[in-house]
């Protein structure tokens, strides 16, 4: 070999890139670790250093010869020590890591491919680690205390998607874990990415639920630090129900958390919980606001503790009951009371809210997509639904009076998701078919939630989110409905719209100095 050339040549049963130049023969992996590409099908020269370097035409990666470093790229390329005897003979030694090498190797990879967004390398090391034999719950938990401080202001849709991703991945098999873990900590990695870190200084002693209350950000993070999940669970149910908050994500992020945390072990409790705490003291208290006020009101006088206590009797909801609260001129808080002392129950008001979701979603006007001045559309609509599946998932760990108020949250709700239907004055969509097999309708409609069609990542959280809240709600009720509307949001007619109707409202704020229209 002339000094400035490569060479592919095989070894050990692998394919290397020999590689001569002035100061040596080097060995390294011929494909390129982005896509595979043969590094000899590149070219070798020198950086500004004098460094060889060898650069894979593919993507314009580049390797530095000595030690295979990636100088431009995202993943470093592995070497393989050369030995030349007196008679000019090469030996090459490949090695191969240990998976415990390998582990060591692609958690810090992992990592940085994480803090720059760098999805290949992400799904590359999640694949390798895995082939290690790595957990999904491992790699989620490492994923999560990479991020979960760094989120914009404490748990968001990026850790709800985590959760439901890893959930899909344990209930899966194989290479088909790789998807959901990927886009998983992508999500993640998108929304954290270059935001500053917002740490808990831990307090052994306080009132977390008072100061969410108080919105004492610094002391509820304190406080949710020290706590182990399943003390802390009944805590956060509180918090959350004491005011609608977040346009219901407060609940439904309570629940995504404690979900991810069974998932994934307690260790990441202390990261994962300061950051709910975080949220739930700085979002939107709905309750508050004009339109609900009437209705918290309403809800502020009752006998909660009596509503928890009522019994369920009734085994099923008639369907002249939903259509009851879909077509409601008010939110028929005080007829929900009623009905759950009649036989329905807290968990009765729950199948209410679900069906009367997922029946509002089937009768969905999709034109208002196309809308660009429209404040509403699928993303509002859906939050129906999982926000009952939520409840539920509250209910069913911490019964009482204040998953009561929730599931009263609901009913509200199930209203408010139909204000569209009461401005536009739409006449109910026929309805899907009733599916015949639920089960692989439902795995069909999470594949095809995964399959990247949602385009940006809040449409996909919500896609993911609201099929998993379809599947279980359909099993909670015993009716097929959530899952039918589930398909329709998963392929009817969505178009993205986030960057026009800002600018559309931007124009009216500025220029008129009113809000967006509800």
Same mark, same amino acid.
């Given at each position: 070999?002339?000094?400035?050339?490569?060479? $592919?040549?095989? @070894?050990? =049963? /692998?394919?290397? !890139?020999?590689?001569?130049?002035?100061? +040596?023969?080097?060995?390294?992996?011929? %494909?390129?670790?982005?896509?595979?590409?043969?590094?000899?099908?590149?070219?070798?020269?020198?950086?500004?250093?004098?460094?060889?370097?060898?650069?894979?035409?593919?993507?314009?990666?580049?390797?530095?010869?000595?030690?295979?470093?990636?100088?431009?790229?995202?993943?470093?390329?592995?070497?393989?020590?050369?030995?030349?005897?007196?008679?000019?003979?090469?030996?090459?030694?490949?090695?191969?890591?240990?998976?415990?090498?390998?582990?060591?190797?692609?958690?810090?990879?992992?990592?940085?491919?994480?803090?720059?967004?760098?999805?290949?390398?992400?799904?590359?090391?999640?694949?390798?680690?895995?082939?290690?034999?790595?957990?999904?719950?491992?790699? $989620?938990?490492? @994923?999560? =205390? /990479?991020?979960? !401080?760094?989120?914009?202001?404490?748990? +968001?849709?990026?850790?709800?998607?985590? %959760?439901?991703?890893?959930?899909?991945?344990?209930?899966?098999?194989?290479?088909?874990?790789?998807?959901?873990?990927?886009?998983?900590?992508?999500?993640?990695?998108?929304?954290?990415?270059?935001?500053?870190?917002?740490?808990?200084?831990?307090?052994?002693?306080?009132?977390?639920?008072?100061?969410?209350?108080?919105?004492?950000?610094?002391?509820?993070?304190?406080?949710?630090?020290?706590?182990?999940?399943?003390?802390?669970?009944?805590?956060?149910?509180?918090?959350?129900?004491?005011?609608?908050?977040?346009?219901?994500?407060?609940?439904?992020?309570?629940?995504?958390?404690?979900?991810?945390?069974?998932?994934?072990?307690?260790?990441?409790?202390?990261?994962?919980?300061?950051?709910?705490?975080?949220?739930? !003291?700085?979002?939107?208290?709905?309750?508050?606001?004009?339109?609900?006020?009437?209705?918290?009101?309403?809800?502020?006088?009752?006998?909660?503790?009596?509503?928890?206590?009522?019994?369920?009797?009734?085994?099923?909801?008639?369907?002249?009951?939903?259509?009851?609260?879909?077509?409601?001129?008010?939110?028929?808080?005080?007829?929900?009371?009623?009905?759950?002392?009649?036989?329905?129950?807290?968990?009765?008001?729950?199948?209410?809210?679900?069906?009367?979701?997922?029946?509002?979603?089937?009768?969905?006007?999709?034109?208002?997509?196309?809308?660009?001045?429209?404040?509403?559309?699928?993303?509002?609509?859906?939050?129906?639904?999982?926000?009952?599946?939520?409840?539920?998932?509250?209910?069913?760990?911490?019964?009482?009076?204040?998953?009561?108020?929730?599931?009263?949250?609901?009913?509200?709700?199930?209203?408010?998701?139909?204000?569209?239907?009461?401005?536009?004055?739409?006449?109910?969509?026929?309805?899907?078919?009733?599916?015949?097999?639920?089960?692989?309708?439902?795995?069909?409609?999470?594949?095809?939630?995964?399959?990247?069609?949602?385009?940006?990542?809040?449409?996909?959280?919500?896609?993911?989110?609201?099929?998993?809240?379809?599947?279980?709600?359909?099993?909670?009720?015993?009716?097929?409905?959530?899952?039918?509307?589930?398909?329709?949001?998963?392929?009817?007619?969505?178009?993205?719209?986030?960057?026009?109707?800002?600018?559309?409202?931007?124009?009216?704020?500025?220029?008129?100095?009113?809000?967006?229209?509800?």
């Amino acid at each position: 070999m002339a000094p400035g050339t490569m060479e $592919m040549v095989s @070894a050990g =049963g /692998a394919s290397l !890139a020999l590689v001569r130049t002035e100061q +040596g023969v080097y060995a390294l992996d011929n %494909a390129c670790p982005h896509q595979g590409y043969g590094l000899t099908t590149g070219t070798l020269g020198v950086d500004g250093d004098g460094e060889p370097v060898i650069t894979c035409l593919w993507h314009n990666w580049k390797f530095r010869v000595r030690d295979g470093v990636c100088v431009l790229g995202e993943e470093d390329v592995p070497c393989h020590p050369v030995s030349i005897d007196d008679s000019g003979t090469l030996r090459v030694s490949v090695q191969r890591r240990t998976p415990d090498e390998e582990q060591a190797r692609l958690w810090p990879s992992l990592a940085g491919a994480i803090e720059r967004h760098y999805v290949g390398q992400l799904a590359r090391d999640t694949v390798r680690l895995l082939d290690t034999g790595v957990a999904p719950s491992t790699i $989620m938990a490492a @994923a999560l =205390g /990479a991020t979960a !401080a760094r989120t914009e202001d404490g748990v +968001g849709h990026e850790v709800a998607l985590a %959760a439901d991703c890893l959930a899909i991945a344990e209930d899966r098999d194989g290479d088909e874990r790789v998807l959901p873990l990927v886009i998983g900590l992508s999500g993640l990695s998108e929304e954290t990415r270059d935001r500053p870190l917002v740490e808990a200084a831990a307090v052994d002693d306080g009132d977390l639920v008072e100061a969410i209350e108080r919105e004492d950000v610094a002391a509820a993070m304190g406080r949710a630090a020290t706590l182990e999940p399943e003390m802390a669970r009944p805590l956060f149910v509180e918090a959350a129900a004491r005011h609608h908050l977040g346009y219901g994500h407060g609940v439904i992020y309570t629940q995504k958390v404690f979900e991810v945390l069974e998932r994934t072990g307690a260790e990441c409790a202390s990261t994962v919980l300061p950051q709910l705490a975080r949220s739930l !003291a700085v979002m939107t208290r709905e309750d508050l606001l004009p339109y609900m006020r009437k209705t918290a009101r309403t809800i502020a006088e009752l006998d909660l503790e009596s509503l928890a206590a009522s019994r369920r009797t009734a085994e099923s909801i008639p369907d002249e009951l939903v259509t009851e609260f879909l077509d409601r001129t008010d939110p028929g808080i005080d007829r929900a009371v009623e009905l759950a002392h009649d036989g329905l129950g807290v968990e009765g008001l729950l199948d209410l809210a679900s069906l009367g979701s997922a029946r509002r979603m089937l009768r969905y006007d999709t034109g208002a997509e196309h809308d660009a001045s429209a404040n509403f559309g699928w993303l509002d609509i859906t939050h129906g639904l999982t926000h009952a599946r939520a409840v539920r998932w509250a209910w069913h760990h911490e019964p009482g009076p204040h998953t009561a108020r929730m599931a009263l949250h609901a009913i509200w709700l199930l209203f408010d998701t139909g204000r569209l239907e009461r401005r536009r004055g739409i006449a109910p969509a026929g309805e899907a078919d009733t599916p015949t097999d639920l089960v692989a309708l439902g795995q069909q409609l999470i594949d095809d939630a995964m399959d990247d069609s949602g385009g940006s990542f809040i449409v996909v959280a919500h896609l993911v989110k609201t099929v998993r809240a379809a599947i279980e709600e359909a099993a909670a009720t015993g009716s097929s409905l959530p899952v039918t509307a589930a398909q329709r949001f998963i392929h009817g007619q969505r178009r993205e719209r986030f960057v026009a109707r800002n600018a559309t409202e931007a124009l009216r704020f500025v220029r008129s100095g009113r809000p967006p229209r509800r």
